[in-house]
């Protein structure tokens, strides 16, 4: 594992390893989707993880999907995530907020409007949604007008700005795992016949067109896109096409110059490394299920140039210095993944250290 402790620079940051923390939903914010008051020693606690990229962040009311997920788009909201950004560059880390629009993925009752969800068609996604009653069916979602697309990929702007005036050293925009990026892209969530729908380059458009208001608004150096090619999350299907629109929209946020390119990998490695071929800037691949002893293997290979570790980091927020020395890692609670209050499954998993004084 040697060349995963080798120092690397993406974008303005200098990162001491080749390690990430990667997004995952917690839903500890407060109702108005300011982040809970635990959030800044839960990320703190983890910042040496070189790259911290946080839960999936809604950029609007339109955006969010789940319960007590956070948003970046009020003066709230703002405050909020400056504690956390203080708290993480204090304890010498780096964060990226994940921008994340939801899309057909919600349920009125989840939303601060209660209105119906949006995406490219009026088509459901076909799964239920966890909401305050209960799982419930999601709804038919309304199809965005154009008028509408103009308007969320200006949100996506200001989201990504007020990230920045929250103390966040960039975003990530959140293209995978069935959300509205994604809705674009899929064939069957997408049957639209005007420059959005139809060919791969126009259900294409709407991502590329998002990172590049994104780009104008804080940098390229500051801007991140994941993807999730394959990844049928949310009943998003690519289609035969799906290896050649993922090349296309890669190529294409090539020449934007992005910081770095997250690839949420299931399994295509043909498609896998010919990304690598495409992208030349900084490459996260995330393979879900992956042994620890395998973690450096992209690495090692070159395949990646970053690994983003999830569920390891979440139960150890010393998971880079118990990685080091070959200490056994906390088992996670999966009982508070996504919801709870006060610190149990959050800021109370045991260090290396805590877990040796007890042992004494």
Sequence with gaps: MSKLWTKIKIGKMELPHRLAMAPMTRSRAEEDGTPGELSSLY???????????????????????YLNSPGIYTEKHI????????????????????????G???HP?????????????????GVEMFTAKGMQDIPVPRELTKEDIQTTIADFRKAAAAAIK????????????????????????NTRTDEYGGSIENRSRFAIEVAKAIIEE??????????????PLGGIQDGEQGSELYLHLVKELAQLDLAYLHVMHLGN??????????????????????????????????????????????????????????????????????????SKGYTDYPTMDEVKAQKQ
């Excluded at 995530?81 to 629009?101: E, R, S």
């Excluded at 009752?109 to 996604?125: E, F, G, L, W, Y």
């Excluded at 975003?171 to 674009?184: D, P, R, S």
């Excluded at 450096?296 to 150890?316: K, Q």
């Design 269 to 342: 490695e043909k498609l896998l490394q010919d990304i690598r071929t495409s992208w030349t800037n900084t490459l996260l691949v995330n393979r879900a299920g992956r042994a620890i002893d395998d973690i450096s293997v992209d690495i090692d290979s070159g395949t990646a140039d970053l690994v983003p570790v999830g569920v390891w980091s979440l139960a150890n927020p010393d998971f880079v210095e118990r990685l080091k020395v070959g200490f056994p890692l906390n088992e996670v609670d999966r009982n508070t993944l996504y919801a709870g209050t006060g």
């Design 218 to 231: 804080i940098g390229a150096e500051r801007t991140g896109f994941r993807i999730s090619p394959g990844t």
């Design 79 to 102: 405050e909020g995530w400056n504690k956390i950004t203080n708290a993480v560059h204090k304890a010498d880390g780096h964060i990226f907020i994940q921008l994340m629009h939801v």
């Design 43 to 65: 990320y703190a606690q983890r910042a040496s993880m070189g790259l911290i990229i946080s839960e999936g962040t809604q950029p609007s009311d339109d955006g969010q999907g």
């Design 109 to 125: 009752d989840n939303t601060p409007h209660h209105r119906q969800p949006v995406a490219p068609s009026a088509i459901a996604p």
């Design 166 to 189: 929250a103390g966040a050293d960039g975003v990530e925009i959140h293209g995978a795992n069935g959300y509205l990026i994604n809705q674009f892209l899929g064939e069957n969530s």
């Design 104 to 106: 057909r993925m919600s």
